[in-house]
């Protein structure tokens, strides 16, 4: 499917739609407050589907993304409630981030572990090690008088909210990383074909370490921005449906499993329609396994069209891949 009717851009339409329907349909759709609460939605899925973009490109995966945000971010803001500075325990956090990652990589590159597997596995080790090493509390809340970080959450610039801000800058970063850097071809390659990457002399298990080291510290930002919007970290992200909501604005918006294709404008379509469409159910206060039962279906129909759209080579297939 492509050129006009490329997954793409039907989904946008989808949106289109839904966004009409749903201001018209539903009142207090279009309220100021709603709307916030819209953009800082749409903004951290955008900012984690940026992350989990970058390792489904290069064919990957990433389950552990929630236990990493919650975590380390949770471990930042335990660490400032205890009295240390801002700048020391951001810096602790994203190295405990970072850690997490390197090992995720290590586990996939080297000891040859599909990363499905992987990463859920360690997803749950991390979550584990965090609650009885790191943070005492289900829930660690934003110290007072923070000042600039809150600003991160809940300020603007320009008239738009920071975490819109914070996921247009990413997704520019990203996006500049993807087109323009020997890295953004690299991983590309290696999503496209693995086998012939390897051939050309790219250092495969390097990358594939780097990608999910650069996956951590997309997430720990985004951890960042969802927290100061809440002024919180409920630890109990990681028992919900939140790791499934990023994988739909991934696959939804047109990024192939298979790798090798796609980019952050799909994640940013992806993005907009998913962020409307949960908004809109919890306007609607819908139950939330009916929430999850329509997730559930619209994840198994984008997996089963990416799956038509981009059958995967099973002659270049290789351990690490989902």
Same mark, same amino acid.
């Given at each position: ?153 809940? +300020?603007?610039?320009?008239? &738009?909210?920071?975490? /819109? !801000?914070?996921? @247009? $800058?990413?997704?520019? %970063? ?84 298979? +790798?090798?294709?796609?980019? &952050?404008?799909?994640? /940013? !379509?992806?993005? @907009? $329609?998913?962020?409307? %469409? ?45």
């Amino acid at each position: 499917m492509t050129g006009k009717w490329s997954q793409e851009k039907i989904v946008f339409f989808i949106f289109v739609l839904t966004f009409i329907g749903l201001s018209v349909g539903l009142t207090g759709f279009l309220s100021v407050a709603n709307a916030l609460t819209l953009v800082r939605s749409v903004a951290v899925l955008g900012m984690l589907g940026v992350g989990m973009a970058l390792v489904v490109i290069g064919r990957g995966i990433d389950l552990s993304v929630i236990a990493n945000m919650v975590m380390s971010v949770g471990f930042t803001l335990y660490l400032a409630n205890q009295g240390h500075a801002m700048p020391v325990a951001l810096l602790f956090g994203l190295l405990i981030s970072l850690a997490f990652g390197l090992i995720n990589g290590i586990l996939i590159a080297y000891a040859e572990i599909p990363a499905l597997f992987a990463t859920l596995a360690f997803g749950t080790c991390v979550y584990g090690f965090g609650r009885v090493f790191l943070i005492p509390t289900d829930v660690v809340y934003l110290p007072q008088g923070t000042g600039w970080f809150e600003f991160l959450g809940k +300020g603007t610039f320009l008239e &738009v909210p920071m975490p /819109i !801000v914070a996921f @247009l $800058l990413l997704s520019l %970063l990203a996006f500049l990383l993807l087109r323009f850097t020997k890295f953004g071809r690299f991983v590309y390659g290696i999503g496209e074909n693995y086998q012939c990457a390897r051939i050309t002399g790219i250092s495969i298990r390097v990358m594939v370490v780097v990608q999910y080291v650069i996956t951590s510290a997309v997430t720990f930002v985004s951890g960042v921005v969802f927290a100061t919007s809440v002024s919180s970290v409920n630890t109990r992200l990681f028992n919900s449906t939140m790791i499934y909501d990023v994988i739909l604005v991934v696959v939804l918006g047109g990024i192939g499993l298979s +790798g090798g294709k796609g980019g &952050v404008r799909n994640v /940013i !379509v992806g993005s @907009l $329609l998913i962020g409307t %469409l949960l908004n809109g159910m919890t306007i609607m206060d819908m139950p939330v396994t009916v929430q999850n039962l329509i997730k559930g279906m619209m994840l198994l129909i984008a997996i089963t069209i990416d799956t038509m759209l981009n059958p995967r080579d099973e002659q270049v297939s290789q351990q690490g891949d989902i």
